[in-house]
């Protein structure tokens, strides 16, 4: 079963992790001042699927190719895990098991990252 989630692309370092992966579409955004990140103005957001047979490869290169000077996350789920990407740490969560959710949050949260950004949906993106 496929993974699909969006990835920020002003998030990277090196974009070319882009190319491995099937975008199913892009939207520009404008970024506001609830986003908390006032170093831009606009982000690009990717919607993507990702094969189950790469998910884990995947998540590796997107945790070393988040860039370093601000906290970013990115994450792609389908109907049973969740993979949630910081820099230099994955987490892979079962969606069943909602407590597994808490560790990734305060992980999130030491690293700066507003709250609010880190509440996780369990619906799937289509």
Known sequence: MNYKGIIIEESLQNTDL???INIISTKVEEVTPSHKTPWLK????????????????IAEKLSNSIELEHEWYADFKNEKYHFIIFKGKVFKVNRHNIKEYDAVKDYGVSL???????????????
């Open 42 to 57: 606009k982000w690009t957001l990717h919607t993507v699927e990702i094969s189950e047979s790469l998910a884990s490869k």
């Open 18 to 20: 882009l190319d491995d």
């Open 112 to 126: 700066g990252i507003p709250e609010h950004q880190l509440t996780f949906s369990s619906e799937v993106i289509v």
